[in-house]
């Protein structure tokens, strides 16, 4: 049995042009997890298009106005190491610094891991509470969804046949600090629930990762909050209407009960945190 022909294209149009021509193509980014799923059997496809060549698709720019674009071969030890993603987007940076290991780290991108759609890996919560934005391509058109909307189920995204993810944007953000917590059962590994927070104004935008089919957010929870940051019935109140609003599964890592109850010490933990350092800075 032969395995699936490897195509190497130069530029991005080329790589679309591949997707467009084979149905079973599948792109291969840092191939940490496609290379799993092919050697357990779960994915055989018939092309392999090779993006590590394409230099388009690597690389952070910040615009004079602040927003962010990272290109979908940005690898995670880059993210994690760009000091320019402070503020509203240290959140996205500091997810990025926990995931797995140095040697995932260094071969991983941020198109990879978020189009291969683990409710547990770290990017998803972090981009859904940073108002991130997902670049999608095809031969055809080029489109972005809201983050919110780009994960849609269990190992399911929006992406359409045809279509790669080609960066992520951050909107502006201002100076008010971030942060992503993760609870795991050791460093590196996926997490039994996480949580992103990004202060904004007298409020606070909230997702939480690992409870349910994907990220978390809630107008509610977010509405208790405007303003009462420093409020602990506020917090505690929010973090009830999170918890209950959560749809975790039972499975090796710990039980749904179990991640429910991580929501309120994740989240008063995190607002506390951020509190402390908007006061000293």
């Known amino acids: 049995m032969t395995g699936p022909r490897l195509v190497r294209p130069a530029t991005l149009d080329a790589a679309l042009a591949v997707l467009a ?136 995204t929006a992406i359409e046949p045809g279509e790669m993810v080609t960066a992520i944007h951050l909107p502006p953000a201002g100076t008010q600090p971030s942060i992503y917590r993760k609870h795991a059962r050791t460093s590196g590994d996926y997490a039994i629930a996480s949580l992103a927070l990004v202060l904004d104004g007298a409020g606070a935008r909230v997702a939480v990762g690992a409870c349910g089919p994907v990220p978390l957010r809630s107008d509610a929870a977010e509405a208790v909050l405007a303003g009462r940051l420093a409020d602990h019935d506020a917090v505690a109140e929010a973090a009830a209407l999170l918890a209950a609003a959560a749809d975790p599964v039972d499975d090796v890592r710990g039980s749904a009960d179990y991640r429910r109850r991580l929501i309120p010490r994740l989240l008063q933990a995190a607002i506390s945190e951020l509190l402390d350092t908007r006061e000293a800075a």
Not at 33 to 45: K, R, S, W
């Open 21 to 156: 021509e084979e149905p079973d193509a599948r792109c291969l980014a840092g191939g940490a997890t496609l290379v799993a799923m092919m050697n357990a059997g779960l994915a055989e496809p018939g092309v392999l298009v090779a993006l590590d060549g394409i230099a388009e698709l690597r690389g952070i720019t910040v615009a004079d106005d602040g927003r962010v674009r990272i290109g979908a071969m940005t690898r995670h030890r880059e993210t994690a190491a760009d000091m320019r993603l402070a503020g509203g987007h240290a959140v996205v940076r500091q997810a990025a610094s926990v995931i797995a290991n140095a040697v995932v780290r260094n071969m991983g991108t941020m198109g990879g891991s978020i189009a291969f759609f683990d409710p547990a890996a770290d990017y998803p919560p972090a981009l859904v509470a940073a108002d991130a934005e997902i670049e999608l391509a095809s031969a055809a058109a080029t489109r972005r969804l809201a983050a919110r909307e780009f994960f849609v189920d269990w190992y399911t």
